[in-house]
């Protein structure tokens, strides 16, 4: 998948390439067209106008010579434009490039050191040390979280997901073995939606859950909203949020001491808006997100 965006991305430059060519040739071909025009037509006033031949022909000269020089400027400045564009589909390519590859690396290394965290948890599961063991198990899932909202960051706006039928219970089997509380989910369904963005922002929602309100059990209630439309209300038992819930999902946006930058809600709205869905923060006991989503309950027609 990486791959796929990446090649993605590489046809995208090319088009905007292809783009500043096909405007340098309609603006040239265009002001070809203006100095054939001018001429004929000062041609035919020379034929009905011949006494006044001489400053005629001075005018028509002029005129030549200015859209000349306005045909110079466009080939000049549309090539420089299509050099600069070479240059930067160039640096483009070779950043994202870059970046994937470091990407991948990271992520190859931070598994491995979740696993071995895991293994070393279950080692001195019954000892003093569980505790450092957790930590440092809850802080390497919480840096793969963080690069992956990293990623999600740096892609481009135009840049789709891959939109396919998921299972939500399955989503939350597997986070249940790799977070820190426990999640109850009442039913399952079939969402709409790229499987990694949808795990991206249960992992924000949960994070949230766990670092500022200091919950241990997480409820997923899931219901119709309308037809094709579920609707998931997503709730803590932590101590919820004392802030301006409208101004949550703003990126760095601090509203008290203990709040963090805000780019994990930033990062659930930006998803779920892109997956054709709606995100609103409410209030209550605990902290409480309702997301819509395109879909349908488990033994409905999708």
Known sequence: MPQERFMK?????????????????????????????????????LAVHAENSLHIDRQMRMIQLEIFSLIIALVLGGGGLLYLTHLERKRSLQIREFFATFTHELKTSLASLRIQAEAIGEDLANTNMNKVANRLLNETTRLELQLENSLFLARD???????????????????????????????????????????????????????????????????ESQPGNLRIKIKDDGKGFSGDPKKLG????????????????????????????????????????????????AGASA
């Open 250 to 297: 703003r990126l760095f946006s601090r509203q008290i001491s203990t709040s963090g930058s805000g780019i994990g809600l930033y990062i659930i709205e930006k998803l779920v808006k892109k997956m054709k869905g709606t995100v609103s923060f409410l209030g209550g006991p605990g902290f409480t997100i309702e997301v819509i989503l395109p879909g349908s309950l």
């Open 157 to 223: 706006d135009e840049s789709s997901l891959f939109i396919e039928t998921v299972s939500l219970a399955k989503i939350v089997f597997y986070l249940k073995h790799s977070v820190p509380l426990r999640i109850h989910l009442n039913c399952d369904c079939f969402i709409k939606a790229d499987t990694r963005a949808l795990e991206s922002i249960l992992k924000n929602i949960i994070q949230n859950s766990t670092l500022h309100g200091s919950a241990e059990n997480i409820w997923l209630e899931v219901s």
């Open 9 to 45: 991305n590489k046809y995208q430059l090319g088009y905007r390439h292809f783009l500043v060519i096909l405007w340098l040739i309609f603006t040239v071909a265009l002001t070809i067209w203006l100095f054939i025009f001018t001429r004929n037509l000062f041609s035919q006033l």
